[in-house]
């Protein structure tokens, strides 16, 4: 069974400066990886996926992540983060074959001082 | 953009009391889904739904639960006698068709308070 372990509960970074949440996963072949984002009161929206090829990815809000199989992980980065990113993200796989399942980390809150 | 709504935001019940939490997913969407996230916790599957049966159902997915799409628009969960447990964030989803590569689309989540 597919698992993902998101290290940091907690992150607080300035306003400007650059930022990268991570996630490991745990499957045996190539997953389907995605992270989405859950402001306060707002419901789960996806930042990005990977599926296949380039390994680096691109989203919204000027988000980007890189799959890396080698050390199974998939780190969320953003160059400047601005005040609206503070929120809850969440990096989640989905098995081949079996996409309609997804399993989620636990989630890293993400914090901006101005 | 289309959306996934769900009502209600916020409902707090009595331990053993019923409780119905409603979803209208994206109109041409096929695969419906129910998550719950405990305060907490990770954001957990609870089951999923297609062509009018459930697909797939997780080990949290007791004999408590059932799903329903009533009237070709809404999706429901059904708790039949909620405990304190049961308190948590429920999100539906929905997607076009369930193959890889599909985006799941959730809504913004009905918090259920069992007192």
């Known amino acids: 069974a597919q698992s993902v372990t998101q290290p940091d509960i907690h992150i607080t970074v300035s306003e400007g400066a650059s930022l990268e949440l991570r996630c490991n996963y745990s499957y045996g072949a190539t997953p389907y990886l995605f992270w989405y984002v859950q402001s306060p009161g707002q419901g789960l929206q996806l930042l990005l996926k990977?599926?296949?090829?380039?390994?680096l990815v691109q989203g919204i809000k000027g988000f980007e992540a890189e799959f890396k199989r080698s050390q199974s992980s998939f780190n969320l980065r953003k160059p400047s983060v601005h005040w609206s990113d503070a929120a809850e993200y969440f990096c989640a796989v989905g098995a081949r074959g079996s996409n309609y399942k997804l399993t989620f980390g636990k989630g890293t809150l993400l914090t901006v001082n101005p | 953009e289309p959306e996934v709504t769900q009502t209600p935001s916020h409902q707090v019940t009595q331990m053993g009391q019923e409780v119905i939490l409603r979803c209208v997913p994206i109109?041409?969407?096929?695969?419906f889904y129910w998550y719950r996230q405990i305060l907490g916790q990770k954001v957990e599957f609870l089951v999923s739904f297609y062509n009018n049966e459930i697909s797939e159902k997780s080990e949290i997915f007791d004999d408590q639960f059932s799903v329903e799409r009533p009237d070709g628009s809404n999706f429901t969960l059904k708790i039949r006698s909620t405990k304190l447990e049961d308190s948590a964030m429920y999100f539906c989803a929905s997607q076009t068709l369930m193959f890889s590569g599909n985006t799941i689309y959730f809504g913004e989540g009905s918090w259920l308070t069992v007192v």
């Open positions: 990977y599926f296949s090829g380039d390994t």
């Open positions: 109109s041409n969407h096929l695969y």
